[in-house]
């Protein structure tokens, strides 16, 4: 007879605990344990496809290049870093109805169309409705296969008996492994079904595409642990309202990371943006105040986009900070240079801050821009409209150099600006002839007057 036992299982960080408790000791969330039934006897054993190899010297392992399998969508095969590697299992989470499934079943269409095997594994949705999406998609090769089932096991099967190029998983959150009793979707089943795939396709070597369904607080459904046992996690960003979206890698053991893809949804599904930058900036006005273009670094690509800012004078006793595409910190950072350094008194604004295209920014190269934009906005004098804004901002108001100066600034040369304000240490590494004229600067304050006046 088997034995259930339960555990309390914490949904954020799928810590484990005998009994309940309110607050997670790992995570320190609150209430976030959630009992679970576990079969105790017989843990799942997994899945192999061949003989367990013995250890071997690390010398002996041959060095050969690892397999990788273009896409054929370009963006796509950039974030990869070049293609899908073989035995790898890559993990695409992001928000419903960003196009998680839409992109997966063009990957396996052009697979397929290339007269690969293609296993679609569509758990979520009917076979029915997966044939509808793809039939919009464009025409449907013979070699795609699909499936509707949400038993790890009989998928495992399904995998060895057809061999496929590449298996999606839609979704990892429904699958369910026979041998736990708790409900798909729970802790234990969507880390026991990610571990028996990870299994399958690293001893078959055929690469497995899981798709994770992220909640509002930006964490996978269930745990987190997900990303620490797949090779490649990648991010959907953006707004479902909008058609722009961005594909972060922000995990890839097999190339570099924050490398990013942009997509625009259109109705024949995903299509790549060649010109993100364009794209951007095609709906800025032109002299409006507290407008900046920064050009940013996102992996190895540049990419101009729009930083707005709106100070207006507050109501409340405790003005309003909100901002969007930034960091929170930075921008607290950022106002209080403002006062203290440059004497602006934002102490009673309500300061708004926003990057246009919901994309997100995380290096510090955008706080001169964010900054200017601010005090654009306070002063009512829009920055001048064919200027692009770069620099990291100290304590003491200092702008300080940035990393890959010179790809910054080709990209803004080449959608047409005519100047670049920038930290006065960048310019002495140039070894590039620009035809933009490069106004180099050493505090906020230079960079204020050189960037308003009019
Ligand atoms: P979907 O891939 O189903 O999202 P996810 O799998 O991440 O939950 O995307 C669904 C959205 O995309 C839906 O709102 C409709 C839209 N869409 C298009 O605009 N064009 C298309 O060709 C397709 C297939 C979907
Ligand atoms: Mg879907």
């Known amino acids: 007879m088997t034995k259930v036992k339960t ?32 079969v105790r006897e017989s843990r799942p054993s997994r899945y192999q496809f061949s003989p367990a190899s013995p250890p071997q010297s690390l010398l002996d392992v041959p060095t050969s290049e690892e397999m990788r399998q273009p896409t054929q969508i370009k963006e796509l095969d950039r974030i990869l870093g070049g293609g899908i590697v073989s ?92 041998n736990l009793t708790s409900a798909p979707g729970s802790v234990s089943q969507v880390r026991e079904c990610a571990a028996y795939l990870t299994a399958v396709a690293k001893s078959s070597n055929i690469p497995i595409f899981l798709i994770g369904h992220i909640t509002k607080e930006g964490f996978l459904a269930g745990p ?18 909008t058609s722009f979206r961005i594909l972060r890698a922000v995990k890839n053991r097999f190339g570099s990371t924050n490398e990013i893809g942009v997509f625009q949804m259109t109705a024949e599904g995903l299509v790549e943006v060649n010109n993100p930058s364009q794209l951007l900036l095609s709906e800025r006005s032109k002299k409006a105040c507290g407008s900046v273009v920064v050009p940013c670094i996102e992996g190895t690509r540049p990419l101009l986009v729009e930083v707005q800012a709106l100070v207006s004078r507050s109501n409340l006793a405790m003005p309003r900070r909100w901002c969007s595409g930034v960091d929170y910190n930075r921008i607290a950072l950022l ?42 906005s306070f002063k009512d004098v829009p920055v001048d409209e064919e200027s692009v804004v770069l620099g990291e901002v100290g304590l003491s108001a200092e702008v300080r150099a940035v990393t890959q100066p010179e790809s910054r ?46």
């Open 7 to 38: 555990v309390f299982v914490c949904s954020a960080c799928g810590y484990q605990s005998a009994k309940w408790l309110g607050r997670c000791p790992d995570c320190n969330n609150w209430n976030t344990l959630v009992e679970e039934a576990q």
């Open 87 to 178: 035995g790898s299992v890559i993990l695409v989470g992001g928000e419903p109805g960003i196009g998680k499934s839409t992109i997966l079943l063009q990957v396996s269409n052009k697979l397929a169309a290339s007269s690969q095997r293609v296993l679609y594994v569509s758990a979520e949705e009917s076979i029915r409705q997966t044939k509808l999406r793809a039939t919009r998609l464009g025409e449907i090769p013979k070699n795609l296969y699909i499936v509707s089932e949400t038993n790890v096991e009989l998928i495992a099967e399904y995998i060895k008996k057809y061999s496929p190029a590449i298996v999606v998983i839609d979704s990892i959150q429904v699958m369910s492994s026979p």
């Open 224 to 241: 987190r642990v997900l990303e620490h046992m797949v090779d490649t996690v990648l991010y959907f960003e953006g707004q479902r309202h």
């Open 335 to 376: 106002i209080a240079v403002l006062e203290k350094r440059v004497g602006l008194n934002l102490g009673s604004q309500d300061i708004f801050i926003n990057v246009v295209g919901g994309v997100k920014i995380q290096e510090p190269a955008i706080d001169l821009a964010v900054a200017l934009a601010c005090a654009s």
């Open 409 to 454: 600034i080709l990209e803004a040369q080449r959608l047409g600006f005519k100047h670049c304000i920038i930290a006065k240490n960048n310019l002495k590494d140039l070894k590039t002839k620009f035809e933009i004229e490069l106004i180099g600067v050493e505090t906020v304050k230079d960079a204020l007057e050189a960037a308003l006046k009019r």
